[in-house]
T-cell receptor, first 115, second 112 residues
Framework: AQSVTQLDSHVSVSEGTPVLLRCNYSSSYSPSLFWYVQHPNKGLQLLLKYTSAATLVKGINGFEAEFKKSETSFHLTKPSAHMSDAAEYFC?????????????FGSGTRLLVRP | DADVTQTPRNRITKTGKRIMLECSQT?????MYWYRQDPGLGLRLIYY???????NKGEISDGYSVSRQAQAKFSLSLESAIPNQTALYFCATRQGAGETQYFGPGTRLLVL
């Protein structure tokens, strides 16, 4: 069975400092992994995805994530936080062998950016 | 214009009432999904559909039903709403060969 654990429910950083949002996954087969962002009162927007190509994945707005199979991790990083990055972030896993392509969501990490 | 739209965006209803949430998409995708979001739980899958004649239950389908009226429309119904169905509901679409789901803006439902 697949599952996703987001290790921090809240992360607070100062503007201009690095961002690290942690995610560990469990998957029986070959996983696809995603990070989605949800700004207040908005829908979910795809930041980036890993689907078995390069292990370092670059996304929008300067975010990137590294797939580490040995650690079963897919942490999200950004070198320098901006005020507009304040939002909730979801790590998501899907099983490429499952034709339904159900997404399994983590519980979310709320990123706060201090001026 | 948004590719995935949901109506209404906000709804307040009373226990026992029947309500319908609607989702429309202009992306031409064949697969559509309904999720609910609760604080601290992420999103959980309610129902999904591969085409008009193919409807499948997700992990939390009890108390819900769906209708795929056309490739572009997928409706979620609560036959008799109860307070613990208060949540944020999202519709999503995906093209069969693709791996990314595209989400609508969500419907915030409050059941009193």
């Amino acid at each position: 069975a697949q599952s996703v654990t987001q290790l921090d429910s809240h992360v607070s950083v100062s503007e201009g400092t690095p961002v690290l949002l942690r995610c560990n996954y469990s998957s029986s087969y070959s996983p696809s992994l995603f990070w989605y962002v949800q700004h207040p009162n908005k829908g979910l927007q795809l930041l980036l995805k890993y689907t078995s190509a390069a292990t370092l994945v670059k996304g929008i707005n300067g975010f990137e994530a590294e797939f580490k199979k040995s650690e079963t991790s897919f942490h999200l990083t950004k070198p320098s936080a901006h005020m507009s990055d304040a939002a909730e972030y979801f790590c998501v896993v899907s099983d490429r062998m499952d034709s339904s392509y159900k997404l399994i969501f983590g519980s979310g990490t709320r990123l706060l950016v201090r001026p | 214009d948004a590719d995935v739209t949901q109506t209404p965006r906000n709804r307040i209803t009373k226990t026992g009432k029947r309500i319908m949430l609607e989702c429309s998409q202009t992306k031409g995708h064949d697969r559509m999904y309904w999720y609910r979001q609760d604080p601290g739980l992420g999103l959980r899958l309610i129902y999904y559909s591969f085409d008009v004649k193919d409807i499948n239950k997700g992990e939390i389908s009890d108390g819900y039903s769906v209708s795929r009226q056309a490739q572009a429309k997928f409706s979620l119904s609560l036959e008799s709403a109860i307070p613990n169905q208060t949540a944020l509901y999202f519709c999503a679409t995906r093209q069969g060969a693709g791996e990314t789901q595209y989400f609508g803006p969500g419907t915030r439902l409050l059941v009193l």
